[in-house]
């Protein structure tokens, strides 16, 4: 596997949880990173993306207010820090790479073509 998300769990209303991807560096250092989500019975969606160097981030409205992405290119890592954390939050959480080191705001998943298994994120009011 090339891309592994980790950190997700059961948590309460409020509180916080840090999502970290790992991923194969000779594979992916020049690949943009995403995470998206996916709740039961809706579509996945993007929630938040770093450049190929770690320089630019882009966040989806839902969770700009109370969330930081970063990249780690040392150790080839993706973090991505939620807090505040809601209902609404609940999903499985997958980490993306894309085929250009770019992050935009209208990122689309089609740009991403390595995906790695989710962790499932729970929030309990």
């Known amino acids: 596997v090339q891309l592994q998300a980790s950190g997700g769990g059961l948590v309460q209303a409020g509180e916080s949880l840090r999502l970290s991807c790992t991923y194969s560096k000779l594979t992916f250092s020049r690949a943009a990173v995403a995470w998206f989500r996916q709740a039961p019975g809706k579509d996945r969606t993007f929630v938040a993306g770093v450049s190929a160097s770690g320089g630019s981030t882009v966040y989806a409205d839902s969770v700009k207010e109370r969330s930081i992405i970063s990249r780690d290119t040392a150790l080839g890592t993706v973090d991505l820090r939620l807090n505040n954390l809601k209902p609404e939050d609940t999903a499985t959480y997958y980490c993306?790479?894309?085929?250009?080191?770019?992050?935009?705001?209208?990122?689309?998943?089609?740009?991403?073509?390595?995906w790695g298994p989710g962790t499932q994120v729970t929030v309990s009011s």
């Open positions: 993306a790479a894309a085929g250009n080191p770019y992050i935009r705001s209208d990122t689309k998943q089609a740009e991403y073509d390595a």
